[in-house]
């Protein structure tokens, strides 16, 4: 009886163990990755979707559109991926959103290539790097909030490509406006796509801001 109770304990111990340790792991990489990220030239930028409204975008998706504009600018890929779905009613994609608002920056369109898929980062990163496989582009700059990098970055390199990230300097996803909220949805989020989603459970992360 008492090495069942010393086993029984130990099991317990293990799992309290695992609960605390792992979530607060990811945390902490999520919150290194939002500090640290930086971009390296890569085949291509992506702007993750956000929200839109009948053509406009959001001010957390204006500020990812604003950042690969900085990159492209700079020459670190030589074409943007705008990506993201229309909602249920709406006449614009967050894709097309984002191709509108960098063509009137004075990006030309066929520097651009639209893909109006995704509804969350998993289908909207199934998505672009479908089409990169297609092209036989191999890395990528993601422009997206400093919190997201580390699940965006994690999914892109899962599905066989080299990604990088830029994080949004300006808005309401950057370090300064955002905060442990963020991280812990991102924690669960990343913890949900590497467990449940292994199996083919796919929980929606989206967010309309």
């Known amino acids: 009886m008492f090495l069942l109770f010393k086993l029984f304990r130990r099991i317990v111990a293990a799992f309290l163990l695992v609960i605390i340790v792992v979530p607060l792991f990811v ?6 990755t939002g500090h640290v990220a930086a971009p390296i030239k890569s085949d291509a ?3 993750l979707g956000a929200a839109q409204y009948n053509g406009r975008p959001s001010d957390l998706l204006s500020a990812r559109i604003e950042d690969a504009q900085i990159l492209f600018s700079k020459g670190l890929a030589p074409r943007i991926l ?10 614009y994609s967050e894709a097309q959103t984002s191709a509108s608002a960098l063509f009137k920056g004075g990006i030309l369109p066929r520097q651009v290539k639209i893909i109006p898929v995704g509804k969350d980062t998993l289908s909207s990163t199934v998505a672009y790097v479908s089409y990169m496989k297609v092209k036989g582009y ?3 700059i993601i422009a997206t909030d400093p919190y997201h ?7 892109a390199r899962d599905l066989g490509v080299q990604a990088t ?3 949004t300097t300006n808005g309401p996803g950057t370090l300064q406006a955002t905060g442990i909220r963020y991280i ?8 949900a796509y590497k467990t449940v989603g ?9 967010v309309k801001k």
């Open 138 to 140: 191999t890395s990528v």
């Open 82 to 91: 705008t990506v993201g779905a229309a909602a249920s009613g709406d006449a």
């Open 27 to 32: 945390a902490l990489r999520i919150w290194d």
């Open 149 to 155: 990098c580390y699940r965006a970055i994690a999914m």
């Open 184 to 191: 812990i949805r991102e924690t669960g989020a990343y913890l």
């Open 45 to 47: 930028i992506v702007i």
């Open 198 to 206: 292994r199996f083919g459970i796919h929980l929606t992360d989206q």
């Open 165 to 167: 990230c830029a994080p």
